[in-house]
C-alpha cells in the first residue's frame, strides 16, 4: 500500500507537499525516532506502521545496526570486588559510527541477566533464558523490543529452562537448540518461537547433545555449532547440525570448526556453509552487520580489549580495522549481539 493514499498521513510536515515531508521524515535517522513519535499523533502512527517501515527498506533507507549485550563500565573499586558486572544493550551503527542504548527491560532494571541470549526478528528484539544475577537461577522469561514504539512487551516463556544453548531466527520465526538443563544435563532438543503470534512450536530433535554451542541462521537454514555432550564436559565437537527451515530436518555438517575450541559468540558462516575466523581469539564476539562485521575481543591473553570492523569481501585473511574514539560507557565488555534492520 502507498503510504500516502492513507488519509491518516496528509500534509505530515505544515507547508510542505506530503512526498516531501514522507521523503524528510524517512531519512531520519532511526536514534531520533523516539523523539518524534512524541511531535504529534500523525507522526506517532506513520513511524509506528508497517507500511512506514516497508517504505524505508524499498528507499534503502532501514540501517542495520549492531545490538550488543555490553557491561556497564565500572568503577576501579567496583571491579576488584566479586560482584558480577550489570549488562545494558547497546546499539552500535557502522555508517554513522554512533553509539547508543535500549531502553531498559522494565523488570531487569539493575541489568539483564547473566549470559542472556539476544536475538533479532524483522525488526524486533528478542531476549530470553539467562541467569539471575543474585541467585544464579537460570530464567525462561522473554521479552520483545519493538523499535517502532521504542516499547518491551513480555512474551510467553521458554517451553524448559536452559542454559547456553543456541539461537537464531529466519522467516518470522526465532529458533532455540541445544544447551544444558538445570542439572548440566546436555539437550538435544529444540524450539521456534514466532513473536507475533508469541507461541513456542516444538522441533524435531538434533541428531546429538550439544552444550555450549553456537547458533546461526542463514540461507534458510539454522545452523548450531559444536557443542559437547554430558560425558564429555568441555570438550568442544568440530561438527555441526544444520536444520532446513523449510522442510525441519536436520543434517550433520563434519569439520566445520576447531575441536576443542568454544564457539560461543563467534562464529560465522556465510551461505556456502564457509566458517569465517573472526580475527581475534580472547572474549570474542563477532555480529555481521551488512557489508561488515563488528568484532571485539583480545588477540591474545593479556592483549587489550578492542572494537573493530572487518569488510566481509576480504576473505579467510581479513584485517581488522580498530575502531578509535569510542565514547565514554560504551568500551566494557560484549559479551553477546546480533544483526537488526532498524
Not at 563467534?266 to 556456502?272: A, F, L, P, Q
Not at 575481543?297 to 581488522?320: H, I, T
Given at each position: 500500500?502507498?503510504?500516502?493514499?492513507?488519509?491518516?498521513?496528509?500534509?505530515?510536515?505544515?507547508?510542505?507537499?506530503?512526498?516531501?515531508?514522507?521523503?524528510?521524515?524517512?531519512?531520519l535517522h532511526h536514534s531520533a525516532h523516539r523523539v518524534a513519535l512524541r511531535v504529534c499523533n500523525q507522526w506517532r502512527h506513520l513511524f509506528q506502521s508497517d507500511d512506514f517501515y516497508c517504505h524505508r527498506k524499498k528507499t534503502g533507507?532501514?540501517?542495520?545496526?549492531?545490538?550488543?549485550?555490553?557491561?556497564?563500565?565500572?568503577?576501579?573499586?567496583?571491579?576488584?570486588?566479586?560482584?558480577?558486572?550489570?549488562?545494558?544493550?547497546?546499539?552500535?551503527?557502522?555508517?554513522?559510527?554512533?553509539?547508543?542504548?535500549?531502553?531498559?527491560?522494565?523488570?531487569?532494571?539493575?541489568?539483564?541477566?547473566?549470559?542472556?541470549?539476544?536475538?533479532?526478528?524483522?525488526?524486533?528484539?528478542?531476549v530470553m533464558g539467562g541467569w539471575n544475577p543474585t541467585s544464579y537461577e537460570p530464567l525462561t522469561a522473554v521479552f520483545v523490543y519493538d523499535f517502532r514504539t521504542n516499547m518491551w512487551r513480555r512474551g510467553n516463556d521458554m517451553p524448559?529452562?536452559?542454559?547456553?544453548?543456541?539461537?537464531?531466527?529466519?522467516?518470522?520465526?526465532?529458533?532455540?537448540?541445544?544447551?544444558?538443563?538445570?542439572?548440566?544435563?546436555?539437550?538435544?532438543?529444540?524450539?521456534?518461537?514466532?513473536?507475533?503470534?508469541?507461541?513456542?512450536?516444538?522441533?524435531?530433535?538434533?541428531?546429538?547433545?550439544?552444550?555450549?554451542?553456537?547458533?546461526?541462521?542463514?540461507?534458510?537454514?539454522?545452523?548450531?555449532?559444536?557443542?559437547?555432550?554430558?560425558?564429555?564436559?568441555?570438550?568442544?565437537?568440530?561438527?555441526?547440525?544444520?536444520?532446513?527451515?523449510?522442510?525441519?530436518?536436520?543434517?550433520?555438517?563434519?569439520?566445520?570448526?576447531?575441536?576443542?575450541?568454544?564457539?560461543?559468540?563467534?562464529?560465522?558462516?556465510?551461505?556456502?556453509?564457509?566458517?569465517?575466523?573472526?580475527?581475534?581469539?580472547?572474549?570474542?564476539?563477532?555480529?555481521?552487520?551488512?557489508?561488515?562485521?563488528?568484532?571485539?575481543?583480545?588477540?591474545?591473553?593479556?592483549?587489550?580489549?578492542?572494537?573493530?570492523?572487518v569488510e566481509n569481501d576480504e576473505g579467510q585473511k581479513r584485517k581488522l580495522n580498530k575502531i578509535n574514539n569510542v565514547p565514554e560507557g560504551y568500551s566494557g565488555f560484549v559479551q553477546s549481539g546480533c544483526c537488526v534492520e532498524i
Amino acid at each position: 500500500m502507498d503510504i500516502l493514499s492513507n488519509p491518516e498521513f496528509i500534509e505530515l510536515i505544515p507547508g510542505l507537499p506530503s512526498e516531501l515531508g514522507l521523503e524528510c521524515l524517512t531519512r531520519l535517522h532511526h536514534s531520533a525516532h523516539r523523539v518524534a513519535l512524541r511531535v504529534c499523533n500523525q507522526w506517532r502512527h506513520l513511524f509506528q506502521s508497517d507500511d512506514f517501515y516497508c517504505h524505508r527498506k524499498k528507499t534503502g533507507r532501514a540501517r542495520k545496526v549492531a545490538c550488543l549485550v555490553q557491561a556497564r563500565e565500572q568503577h576501579a573499586e567496583v571491579e576488584k570486588s566479586s560482584t558480577p558486572p550489570s549488562y545494558d544493550i547497546t546499539v552500535f551503527d557502522p555508517e554513522s559510527m554512533s553509539w547508543d542504548r535500549v531502553d531498559p527491560v522494565p523488570e531487569y532494571s539493575l541489568g539483564l541477566p547473566l549470559f542472556c541470549q539476544l536475538i533479532s526478528c524483522e525488526g524486533n528484539l528478542v531476549v530470553m533464558g539467562g541467569w539471575n544475577p543474585t541467585s544464579y537461577e537460570p530464567l525462561t522469561a522473554v521479552f520483545v523490543y519493538d523499535f517502532r514504539t521504542n516499547m518491551w512487551r513480555r512474551g510467553n516463556d521458554m517451553p524448559e529452562k536452559r542454559s547456553f544453548f543456541a539461537t537464531g531466527s529466519g522467516q518470522g520465526r526465532v529458533y532455540v537448540a541445544g544447551g544444558h538443563d538445570e542439572n548440566k544435563n546436555a539437550l538435544k532438543t529444540a524450539w521456534t518461537y514466532d513473536p507475533r503470534s508469541d507461541e513456542w512450536t516444538a522441533l524435531a530433535p538434533m541428531n546429538q547433545e550439544r552444550d555450549e554451542c553456537e547458533g546461526v541462521a542463514v540461507g534458510g537454514e539454522f545452523w548450531v555449532v559444536s557443542g559437547y555432550a554430558t560425558e564429555s564436559q568441555g570438550m568442544f565437537d568440530d561438527s555441526a547440525e544444520v536444520l532446513d527451515i523449510g522442510s525441519g530436518q536436520w543434517r550433520k555438517a563434519e569439520g566445520v570448526w576447531e575441536s576443542g575450541r568454544c564457539p560461543r559468540s563467534c562464529v560465522d558462516i556465510r551461505e556456502n556453509g564457509r566458517v569465517v575466523d573472526p580475527g581475534l581469539r580472547i572474549g570474542v564476539c563477532s555480529v555481521r552487520v551488512g557489508s561488515k562485521n563488528f568484532v571485539t575481543g583480545s588477540e591474545n591473553e593479556g592483549a587489550p580489549y578492542g572494537f573493530y570492523l572487518v569488510e566481509n569481501d576480504e576473505g579467510q585473511k581479513r584485517k581488522l580495522n580498530k575502531i578509535n574514539n569510542v565514547p565514554e560507557g560504551y568500551s566494557g565488555f560484549v559479551q553477546s549481539g546480533c544483526c537488526v534492520e532498524i
